[in-house]
């Protein structure tokens, strides 16, 4: 079972909710942040993470954290940054503050002080905060259904962004999860710029059942999903180009 299946069952049934818990800390998790992760320069893995919180009905403040990227984006409704990170090393960074996870669904909320005790447990039980690296983790293919709806407004919009040479519309699969839409830019520029809008443009073309995102070509992961497709679109030459 993943994690998801093990949070639904967990809900349900409380003999599950060790399995979950255990499975949980040992798994990679995601949250939204206010700006892009940066690396900070002094530290092999050190990182600058900036958590947005948010608010329940009683007004109590709390981090949302997700199980995948696909309740993010369900929960977000719209572009967002967002970074994956292992949960145990999640929890000590913000052992303060209560999160929830996957709010507005089935989701489990852990107060600081519970947070605080899953620390002190892991820390007795030496299981140490690791997190894979997710390029593994994540192949590409060529979509197994049509995406002409998808690829023909993309065309339009992207033929009046002069910073866009090519772009790439592909399948993404993470682990055991449901294939994602994946659209790779060839581009110049600010990438929040462009994504914003464009992610707004075909919001209402893409259909239920489909889960849009993009990247630049300038990543790694970038380069390594459009090296599995043709580009849809290739932006015109200009007449000084030719």
């Keep these: 079972m993943n994690l998801d299946e093990l949070l639904k069952a967990a ?4 003999s599950k909710r060790s399995v979950f818990l255990q499975t949980l800390i040992k798994s990679d998790v995601y949250v939204i942040c206010k700006n ?6 002094s530290g092999k893995d050190g990182i600058q993470l900036e958590l947005i919180t948010t608010q329940n009905p009683n007004g109590d403040i709390f981090i949302p954290f997700f199980t995948s990227f696909r309740a ?13 990170i292992n949960c145990l090393r999640l929890f000590d960074l913000i052992q303060s503050v209560s999160a929830v ?4 669904s089935y989701g489990k909320e852990f107060s600081s002080q519970e947070i605080k005790s899953i620390l002190l447990i892991a ?6 905060a690791i997190s894979y690296n997710e390029e593994d983790t994540i192949s590409y293919r060529p979509a197994e259904h049509s995406v002409g709806h998808i690829t023909k407004a993309a065309s339009k919009f992207l033929a009046k962004q002069p910073n866009v040479d090519k772009a790439y519309i592909m399948e993404m699969i993470k682990g055991c999860e449901r294939p994602q839409i994946l659209m790779v830019l060839d581009m110049m520029g600010s990438t929040r710029k462009l994504f914003v809008p464009l ?4 919001s209402k073309i893409v259909k239920s059942n489909e889960h849009l995102c993009f990247i630049s070509y300038e990543q790694d992961m970038g380069k ?4 599995t497709v043709e580009p849809f679109y290739v932006r015109k030459k200009r007449y000084f180009e030719k």
């Design 36 to 41: 892009p992760v940066k690396k900070e320069k």
């Design 123 to 128: 820390r007795n039980l030496r299981i140490k």
């Design 101 to 104: 996870l996957n709010p507005n």
């Design 224 to 227: 390594k999903a459009a090296a």
């Design 11 to 14: 809900i349900t049934d409380p």
């Design 199 to 202: 992610s707004k443009y075909l």
């Design 72 to 84: 993010l984006q369900q929960f977000a409704k719209r572009y967002v940054d967002c970074y994956k």
